[in-house]
């Protein structure tokens, strides 16, 4: 995928999450992808061969509403002499809002980020988003193990996701004393069985990553001793996979926790993935939440109050941050006040009165609590960094500090 901060990959997933929502009554929701290089005089000339088609569509109604939003599609490519660098992207249609007779025509311009490669031209009940969809997928993977002599762990790592896919145990004996020629017989077992426990390692590995060789970026080795070594010189491997290793650690673990010890100490090799750029995040505020005049803050009133003296350097918010901040106005001298619900129906019983004249307040506006986060950042020219919930660190964030939290430009005294 093409370069995009954290705040424009979370805003364009949001927008694909609403999109992903939308429905039409009938099969009367236009979705049409034009590449780079496709002439727009082209396109147009399509959808009004599309126009004419629709005559034949059976229902009035829906008849109706494709050709509305046809036509309101050729407005909108009008308005441009060729498609942006990477393509354009256009979701038209009627969306119902209630009962019948209350659908309102929805228009929804992208521009992606990367390269739209096919020109599409889709007519359903919903919107056609799965190419938008793969652009921000990860697709870059990379493969993990931590061997020992008596276990080994297999794991992939995609984007922000770690998955455990193979344990296996040696069944190697441990030391054993005896001397002579007995001591040489059970060396040799020990040898032997070493063998074929490194060989079942390889065929594992083979196994997972083959499939994924073109997609898979690198392979990273860990685990005490020397058993990883002796696994990475060996001809256990295939040799495709084998050029792919990256880096051979040393960890205190195996296991679940030798996975996440190896990722660590490849942080240099693995400094461009996401899960690693998340996780230095999150530490960094953690050292100086430690520190006694560290530069750390957290909780929404706190950051808040932070935002808008321009203390803040960088702001951290969960990926899972769903709640929202809520106006509410007084209708007769028009008297603000904010309140964060974490639902529609706790701001529904919301009955707070003004300061001023006592009458009700009542609810004049409405933004995502991430959203609202995010505007006074920008006003501050503060970075924001999105953290997801698919490490230990960001699920720390989430949970301990309500997935609201700060890296200061200076201390501040509470």
Known sequence: MAEVSSKELY???????????????????????IPPDKQLSDVGKHMRDELGQSANIKSKQTKKNVQSAIEVILQRIRLYKKPPENGLVLFVGMIPKGGPGTEKMETYVIEPPEPVTTYWYKCNNEFFLEPLEYMIEERDTYGVAVIDRREAT????????????????????????????????????????????LKRIGDHMNDDFLPLKDDLKGIILGG?????????E????????????????????????????????SAPVLSDLDVIHEKQMVQKFLKELTKDQGLSSYGEDEVRTNLTIGAVDTLLLSEDLTAMRKMFVCPSCGTTKEFT?????????????????????KEEDSTDLADYFVEKAEEMSTNVEFISTETDEGMQLFRAFGGIAAILRYHVEY
């Open 224 to 232: 005490p001793g020397f058993t990883k070594t002796d696994f990475a």
């Open 11 to 33: 805003e364009f997933k949001k927008a694909l999450k609403e999109l992903a929502q939308k429905r039409g009554r009938g099969t009367e929701l236009v979705s049409v992808y």
């Open 154 to 197: 297999i794991a992939s790592m995609k984007g922000k996701k770690i998955n455990i896919l193979t344990h296996i145990t040696s069944g190697v004996p441990g030391k054993h004393k005896a001397g002579g020629q007995s001591q040489r017989r059970f060396d040799r077992v020990i040898e032997q069985a070493a063998h074929e426990f």
């Open 341 to 361: 619900v974490k639902t529609q129906s706790e701001a529904d019983k919301i009955e707070e009165r003004c300061p001023n004249c006592n009458e009700l307040l």
């Open 234 to 265: 060996g001809d256990y491997l295939n040799y495709e996979l084998k050029q792919k290793i990256l880096s051979i650690e040393d960890t205190s673990y195996t296991g679940d926790f030798g996975i996440r010890e190896v990722i660590e100490k």
